[in-house]
């Protein structure tokens, strides 16, 4: 069998004050069998030169990584996010957007070990968060914690697994693309519907037990805050039923209130 091949997608526009410590984050990366997808939305600032730098490091690499580019309009985030989906080779595919960070040199290392320890490769490879502020420094542990064992029904509970640290198959992947009509939560619908469907299948999700992404919290989502949790809303009634959601609902505001 040919070494197992992770991509990471990373998808920009304008982003040339962040994307340089994403690009460096990938490059250090120990393991060698790496596909970098970035799909910019054809960025008027300095991100296009910084890509070009490192394609230009890459071709004198020891050991160079795949890297491909793309830079042209977009119907926002989430369509930019499929194209890198159907332009992704590698075997799994994790989004790692501009200001985020794989966490050490080897977490690809670790994600290849676990997908290869199985009789079968698993649907999805998880693991925690911490989360950085714009300069990469340390802020603290994502508040939502990965469960032991994962499954669709977990992110009642919200999105315990965030999107930078959810590794998914890309067979699945192209299976489900993301849902452009969502402006902010597609992420999390995507998920779910991944795992809905390997759950289908009995497919394995793997634990990795660690943190595998440092996560820029000023990202769409964060911007949106209001508008996003409507949209969640909306998701979570459609995959977990409207009075089960209104239930969530009420204990996430009276948690909020006793924790106060």
Same mark, same amino acid.
């Given at each position: #069998? ?7 997608? &990373? ?6 004050? /962040?994307? %340089? ?5 990938? %490059? ?6 790496? %596909? ?11 991100? /296009? ?11 004198? @690499? ?5 890297? @491909?580019?793309? +830079? ?16 992704? &080779? ?12 794989? !966490? ?9 070990? @676990?997908?290869? +320890? ?33 499954? =669709? ?5 919200? #999105?315990?697994? *965030? ?26 619908? =995507? *998920? ?5 469907? @390997? ?20 990202? #769409?989502?964060?911007?949106? !805050? ?12 459609? !995959? ?10 009420? =204990? ?9």
């Amino acid at each position: #069998m040919p070494p197992l091949k992770i991509t990471v997608a &990373t998808v920009t526009y304008n982003a040339g004050r /962040l994307v %340089e410590r994403t690009i460096h984050s990938v %490059e250090q990366q120990t393991y060698a069998q790496v %596909e970098h997808v970035i799909v910019d939305g054809n960025s008027q600032d300095e991100t /296009l030169e910084h890509i070009h730098h490192y394609q230009e490091r890459n071709s004198v @690499a020891g050991v160079p990584h795949e890297i @491909a580019c793309i +830079s042209e309009p977009d119907h926002g985030l989430y369509d930019a996010m499929n194209k890198a989906i159907d332009m992704a &080779t590698g075997q799994y595919i994790v989004f790692l957007n501009a200001g985020d960070c794989l !966490h050490s040199t080897d977490t690809l290392q670790q994600v290849a070990r @676990a997908a290869e +320890s199985g009789q079968q490769l698993p649907a999805v490879i998880y693991g925690d968060t911490n989360l950085v502020d714009q300069k990469g420094r340390f802020v603290r542990r994502r508040r939502l914690t990965p469960p032991e064992k994962l499954s =669709w029904r977990s992110f009642k509970a919200g #999105m315990l697994v *965030c999107h930078q640290a959810f590794y998914v198959r890309t067979d699945l992947a192209r299976k489900h693309h993301y849902n452009c009509r969502y402006r902010f939560s597609a992420d999390f619908d =995507w *998920c779910v519907r991944i795992m809905r469907d @390997a759950e289908r299948r009995r497919l394995e999700f793997a634990n990795l037990h660690t943190v595998v992404a440092d996560y820029l919290n000023e990202g #769409m989502t964060q911007r949106n !805050h209001k508008a996003s949790l409507r949209e969640r809303f909306r998701i979570m009634s459609r !995959h977990y039923g409207l009075l089960p959601t209104l239930t969530l609902h009420a =204990w996430f505001v009276l948690r909020a209130f006793t924790k106060k």
